[in-house]
Nanobody, 122 residues
Framework: QLQLVESGGGLVQPGGSLTLSCAAS????????MGWFRQAPGKEREFVAA????????YYADSVKGRFTISRDNAKNTVYLQMNSLKPEDTAVYYC???????????????WGQGTQVTVSS
């Protein structure tokens, strides 16, 4: 069992940066693939980024590649999403998720946080 709690969301201007954190409780964090997803109003939840259990492999959606960086600290049971050059279209609720396979497929993730709002607006 894993419990995930996201933090770090907020309001940021276009071109700005924000770092999201996801704190996990549970002994299986260090062996879990971790992912970030987002959901904008009226849209389906979509994949953003994922990182393998060791941190050695990452996977990004094309829409965020080169702007977002996912990382993890297994000693702190935390995964991060560094977001740079933010655009208004990045506005969404961002969710942290845990799974077993490095994949953009939402069905591969079994545990979810409650989400944190990111709003990019001037």
């Amino acid at each position: 069992q894993l419990q995930l709690v996201e933090s770090g969301g907020g309001l940021v201007q276009p071109g700005g940066s924000l770092t999201l954190s996801c704190a996990a409780s549970g002994r299986t964090f260090s062996s879990a693939t971790m992912g970030w997803f987002r959901q904008a109003p009226g849209k389906e939840r979509e994949f953003v980024a994922a990182i393998s259990w060791s941190g050695g492999s990452t996977y990004y959606a094309d829409s965020v590649k080169g702007r977002f960086t996912i990382s993890r600290d297994n000693a702190k049971n935390t995964v991060y999403l560094q977001m740079n050059s933010l655009k208004p279209e990045d506005t969404a609720v961002y969710y942290c998720a845990a799974g077993t396979i490095l994949s953009p497929n939402i069905r591969r993730y079994n545990y979810w946080g409650q989400g944190t709002q990111v709003t990019v607006s001037s």
